[in-house]
Nanobody, 121 residues
Framework: QVQLVESGGGLVQPGGSLRLSCAASGSIFSIYDMGWYRQAPGKQRELVATITSGGITNHADSVKGRFTISRDNAKNTVYLQMNSLKPEDTAVYYC???????????????WGQGTQVTVSS
């Protein structure tokens, strides 16, 4: 019913930048919070940043000052601008959205398939 498609991942050198995008589509009535999570090999998925429909943001301590989450509600799209990238940022980055489906009765979480971000020299 809902698809989240991520783009913008890739290989970048330490100190470099990437911009991730995630567009939601489908039978969407409303989107509430959106966020980015990441999972490195052998580690649990962790929160990177979230943003409410009104634009209130929260960033993990590990990325504060370097990453910025934003969204375009008209496009049902959330972005993650990543600057000053570090090797420890290497992970698969997943988009998440809280979605009320058209005709639905409750809000559910939807996930993208993930996009690989590799920070290496």
């Amino acid at each position: 019913q809902v698809q989240l498609v991520e783009s913008g991942g890739g290989l970048v050198q330490p100190g470099g930048s990437l911009r991730l995008s995630c567009a939601a589509s489908g039978s969407i009535f409303s989107i509430y919070d959106m966020g980015w999570y990441r999972q490195a090999p052998g580690k649990q998925r962790e929160l990177v940043a979230t943003i409410t429909s009104g634009g209130i943001t929260n960033h993990a301590d590990s990325v504060k000052g370097r990453f910025t989450i934003s969204r375009d509600n008209a496009k049902n799209t959330v972005y993650l601008q990543m600057n000053s990238l570090k090797p420890e940022d290497t992970a698969v980055y997943y988009c998440n959205a809280e979605v009320l489906l058209r005709g639905g009765f409750s809000v559910d979480n939807y996930w993208g398939q993930g996009t690989q971000v590799t920070v290496s020299s």
